[in-house]
């Protein structure tokens, strides 16, 4: 059974830094491109990066670009995404998912997601 | 870029059929045939429930179908049952540079 378990959210004052964590198991991690979706309180769901099986690959949204980074411990089975210069609207639950596809692209088959983590900017 | 248009909300009786719109252009919906369709119940993780336009993975009941026209893709769950009210996302691929695009999503009522 594919299981995908996110960690590391918390609250943060805006400007700072977080390090989100996914531990992946039930299936052959490498074998698959990963992604984060995030969802704001009450809101739908918003693609946020993706990152290919070698790592060589790594999209990002317009409104994260710069500001995240999208990494993966193949060895480890764990997804990564460090988050820094937090803003308010960056609040939301942050949801590892699987790909059906080794491919990074076209990425939005995403088969498995984690229960997600909850991300609070705020001072 | 902007997300992809979905109605804030549809409904119908057990037994009936529904169908989600989702529409986006041609730099999105209507060039790939990469959309995909997640369901969603409060509190939950979302649910790949099409691929690929239509496909459906394993485990999703075929009253579950997917198509495109155009710019746009349509969701139709045909025999409602109670347990399909959810919230409904679309989500295509919008090339290199923008990547993914998200509907802002359907709630699905079940009378």
């Known amino acids: 059974e594919v299981q995908l378990l996110e960690s590391g959210g918390g609250l943060v004052q805006p400007g700072g830094s977080l390090r989100l964590s996914c531990a992946a198991s039930g299936f052959t991690f490498s074998n698959y491109a990963m992604t984060w979706v995030r969802q704001a309180p009450g809101k739908g769901l918003e693609w946020v990066s993706a990152?290919?099986?070698?790592?060589?690959?790594?999209f990002y949204a317009d409104s994260v670009k710069g500001r995240f980074t999208i990494s993966r411990d193949n060895s480890k089975n764990t997804l990564y995404l460090r988050m820094s210069s937090l803003r308010a609207e960056d609040t939301a639950i942050y949801y590892c998912s699987k790909d059906r596809r080794s491919a990074v692209a076209p990425a939005v088959s995403l088969d498995s997601w984690g229960q997600g983590t909850l991300v609070t900017v705020s001072s | 870029q902007s997300a992809l248009t979905q109605p804030r909300s549809v409904s119908g009786s057990p037994g009936q059929s529904v169908t989600i719109s989702c529409t986006g252009t041609?730099?999105?919906?209507?060039?790939?045939?990469?959309v995909s369709w997640y369901q969603q119940h409060p509190g939950k993780a979302p649910k790949l429930m099409i691929y690929?336009?239509?496909k459906r993975p394993s485990g999703v009941p075929d009253r579950f179908s997917g198509s495109n026209s155009g710019n746009t893709a349509s969701l139709t769950i045909s025999g409602l049952h109670a347990e399909d009210e959810a919230d409904y996302f679309c989500?295509?691929?919008?090339?290199?540079?923008?990547?993914?695009?998200f509907g802002g999503g359907t709630k699905l009522t079940v009378l």
């Open positions: 990152i290919s099986v070698t790592s060589v690959d790594t």
């Open positions: 041609s730099s999105d919906v209507g060039v790939y045939n990469y």
């Open positions: 989500c295509s691929y919008a090339g290199s540079y923008t990547f993914v695009l």
């Open positions: 690929d336009v239509s």
